[in-house]
């Protein structure tokens, strides 16, 4: 067996026919769940008054995959311990804020949600150690967001009135900006899609399913969504370009591409300076949708708990007897249901306090690396080996880490509990961590004379 092939597969991981189709099923309803969840047809604004309602049948769901998969985790034990090893990272960031369960505002709320975290975190190792095609992964991505397109489509044409809100089609989700998120998640998966040259009919099939999401996608109106689909091709084809250039190339763009940018911010400030303008005017009545109140509020609750934060996801949506002042004045009456920052690192911040905030960063940064090292070391899709990371994931992945952390600029998904994005991030984080372990050299073995 050459170098480099999967380690999991050295030490006798072979995948059964039941593994593989028992994994695919669960995988395949995981994400389905993810993305579509429980429609409930009830978009009345809801005054902020009391802790999130858990629908019995979300707690069903979840811990009927997670008995599911147990069949998986007894078969291929040793993969899963191996991958949870690798991950050290992320599991010390999840441990850390199990812990913050004992000091959170609302310690019943917190542990509730940590326990769905782990379980999503359990089913993420799991599948990813018995998924028999890399493309599987991105294929039921796809096809998920697409069903839940279709779904608000549908919904679009039935009920016109309750799916196009004032700010953009929210469908069958709760508001706009959910469905912006699932369109840019599908059409993240779609374009790799496109990498493995499929047949021309699965190629045109595939081809009008982006064209469904990313007219969705305009329906829906989210700005942040739609410019990062508009930014992501020429990103990831700007990394690619360098991991596999000369050392020298890259640094020489890099230097330029900074010096471009120092050369349009002096001449700016020069332009202003000719012209007695105030360099800083066009930013003064920036409120990003009234956001930078929403944040300046956050950053004085932070300095409230500095180091350990509110507990995880300990404060939105928590009793209100523990944290009157957030169901009182200003956007939490009852003009709006506010349950999150609009800004990722701020809500992480808040929670976790600064020692979860920097091991969340230090996750991000961990992951990022081995998207790019992956991209820059993978090669094309092997039919031969459908199990092993190819350039299309790579690309997925690096994609979706960079959308992920410009979304949560102004939106607020970093590990959250029970989203779409925080399972996508925990198959990311997996999936690359699995081909990291994969692509080390089997240890030499040694015998005695």
Known sequence: ??????????????????????????????????????????????????????????RFIWLGLLSLSLPLIRARWQAVLQLVRSSWLLIGLFLYFTCSTTWALDPTASSRRIMF??????????????????????????????????????????????????????????????????????????????????????????????????????????????????????????????????????????????????????????WCEDTNAAPFAPFQKMTFTSRTDLWSFMLEEIQKRPWLGAGFYSFWSIDPSVQPSLKTSMWFGSEAHINEAHDGYLDLMASGGAVGFAIGIAVLVRTLTLAIEALARTGPPDAAAPSRLSNPQACFHLAFLLALCIHNFTESNLFSNNGLLAVALYFSIFDLEYWKRSSRPPAPSYRRM
């Open 1 to 58: 067996m050459a170098a480099g092939t999967d380690a999991l597969v050295d030490n006798g991981i072979h995948s059964t026919d039941w593994v593989s189709r028992l994994s695919s099923v669960i995988l395949f309803s995981m994400l389905l769940y993810s993305v579509v969840g429980i429609p409930d047809f009830n978009r009345t604004a809801a005054v902020a008054a009391s802790t999130d309602h858990v629908s019995p049948v979300n």
């Open 117 to 270: 975290a782990w379980i999503e975190i359990i089913l993420a190792v799991t599948l990813t150690c018995t998924i028999p095609d890399r493309k599987t992964l991105l294929r039921f991505i796809f096809i998920s967001c697409l069903v839940a397109g279709v779904a608000d489509l549908v919904v679009w044409i039935i009920m016109p009135g309750y799916a196009m809100t004032s700010e953009g089609l929210a469908g069958i989700q709760d508001q706009k900006n959910q469905t912006g998120l699932i369109m840019m998640y599908g059409l993240l998966a779609g374009g790799p899609l496109l990498l493995y040259r499929p047949p021309k009919r699965e190629r045109y099939r595939i081809l009008a399913g982006m064209a469904l999401l990313f007219f969705l996608l305009l329906a829906s109106r989210s700005k942040t969504c739609l410019s990062i689909i508009i930014l992501m091709p020429p990103l990831v084809w700007l990394f690619y370009r360098l991991t596999h250039s000369r050392l020298s190339l890259s640094v020489a763009v890099i230097i330029s591409l900074l010096a471009i940018l120092t050369c349009i911010v002096f001449g700016y400030f020069l």
